[in-house]
């Protein structure tokens, strides 16, 4: 049985910083592919970013892209995010499968999510 462990998330105020890590264990594999959604207060969840097995892809939603960076090291991946703004606040997901599945939320495997907060 594959879990995903988090790390990070938390307070942060409009234009800081803020990481999160998810740590796939439990498993036969020595990589997976790795995504993050996110779900905002009264909305359905969504896609941030995905990282292929390999590491070699990376795709971002349009609302992210040039703010955040997905990086992987075989069952480890870090979500660095730069430049938060309020509409970034929510409580985010990570996701990992055997195969590469990119944004679609067809993940096998999922953590049980955390909580990114503005301070405003």
């Known amino acids: 049985q594959v879990r995903l462990v988090y790390s990070g998330g938390g307070l942060v105020q409009a234009g800081g910083s803020l990481s999160l890590s998810c740590v796939a264990s439990?498993?036969?594999?020595?990589?997976?592919?790795m995504a993050w959604f996110r779900q905002p207060p009264g909305q359905d969840r969504e896609f941030v970013a995905a990282?292929?097995?390999?590491?070699?892809n990376t795709y971002y939603s349009d609302s992210v892209k040039g703010r955040f960076t997905i990086a992987k090291d075989n069952v480890r991946n870090d979500l660095k995010m730069w430049n938060l703004k309020p509409g970034d606040k929510a409580i985010y997901y990570c996701?990992?499968?055997?195969?590469?599945?990119?944004?679609?939320?067809?993940?096998?495997?999922w953590g049980q999510g955390t909580q990114v907060t503005d301070t405003t």
């Open positions: 990282i292929s097995w390999s590491g070699g």
């Open positions: 439990g498993g036969t594999h020595s990589s997976y592919a």
């Open positions: 996701g990992g499968d055997e195969m590469n599945l990119g944004i679609t939320d067809e993940y096998s495997y």
